[in-house]
């Protein structure tokens, strides 16, 4: 299994858990020391299999380079997790310009640069599962949102329309997609706009809950059996309104 963004977060929950269960995983982030050596090597200490690669997920050629480790150190790949992703808030007005560029580069591009390195062995294996993390805000409009919200409604359409042409080609590539709410991670430290960040801070502050809620959705998943597709999941604290 490929995990982008694993170096913290989501990522790294979800990398931590599905090892603990037996997935052979393979990490990608930009963040060397974190991935070798808070995560890879934690996992292989207690007892997992882990690798980790350099990925920047904007160089399709970092997208090749992983699935290409994938299928060296564990013979070939059957969940690619696209989870890697930014959140500059801001408002529209604060013509946060390079920001807009970072977040359709990091969370449109970088998803489908890991779509296209990954596909052609999932149609030659007539087999495999696309799981993506979009947000709330790929659902509803927030303030502050216009951008980011707007990268992640794109994977929305992007995995649905995915899903429904696996199955017309019967190529049996499985997706999911997540929407998760407040979840505590090193997300907000990306958010420039003082006031933005101040806002999300106490959203956060009030309700976020650890990532490894996502995990054991991404879990969940894949687990299904190879028939049926877990589509969707929107999954966030139970006290956020
Ligand atoms: P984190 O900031 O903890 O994790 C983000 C991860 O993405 C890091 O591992 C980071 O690693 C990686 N990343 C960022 N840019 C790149 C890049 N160019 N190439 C490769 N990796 C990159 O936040 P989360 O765990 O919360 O974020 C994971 C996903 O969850 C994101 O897509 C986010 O939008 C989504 N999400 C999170 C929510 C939350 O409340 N936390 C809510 C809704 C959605 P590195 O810097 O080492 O490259």
Do not use: C, H
């Not at 599905?18 to 207690?46: P, T, W, Y």
């Amino acid at each position: 299994m490929i995990i982008t963004g694993a170096s913290s977060g989501i990522g790294e929950a979800t990398a931590r858990l599905l090892a603990q269960q037996g997935a052979k995983v393979v990490l990608g982030a930009r963040r060397e020391d974190k991935l070798k050596r808070r995560i890879a090597d934690d996992i292989g200490k207690g007892g997992g299999q882990a690798a980790y690669q350099v990925l920047d997920v904007t160089k399709p050629t970092d997208s090749e380079a992983i699935v290409r480790l994938a299928k060296e150190r564990f013979g070939r790949v059957d969940v690619v997790f696209l989870n890697a992703g930014i959140m500059p808030t801001s408002p529209v007005s604060a013509l946060k310009t390079d920001e807009w560029n970072q977040a359709v580069d990091i969370n449109i591009k970088g998803v489908l640069n890991g779509v296209a390195a990954i596909m052609p062995d999932f149609i030659a294996q007539k087999s495999g599962q696309i799981i993506a993390t979009s947000s709330v805000a790929g659902i509803k409009a927030y303030p502050g949102s216009a951008i980011y919200g707007g990268t992640k409604w794109f994977l929305r359409n992007f995995m649905e329309a995915l899903r429904m042409e696996s199955a017309m080609e019967g190529t049996n590539i499985r997706t999911a997609t997540i929407y998760p709410a407040a979840i505590s991670t090193e997300l907000l430290n990306g958010i420039t706009d003082p006031a933005a960040a101040e806002g999300m801070k106490k959203l956060y502050d009030t309700y976020a809950i650890p990532p490894d809620r996502i995990a054991r959705v991404v879990s969940f998943a894949i687990d299904a059996p190879e028939d049926t597709t877990i589509n969707e999941f929107t999954v966030g604290p139970s006290k956020q309104p």
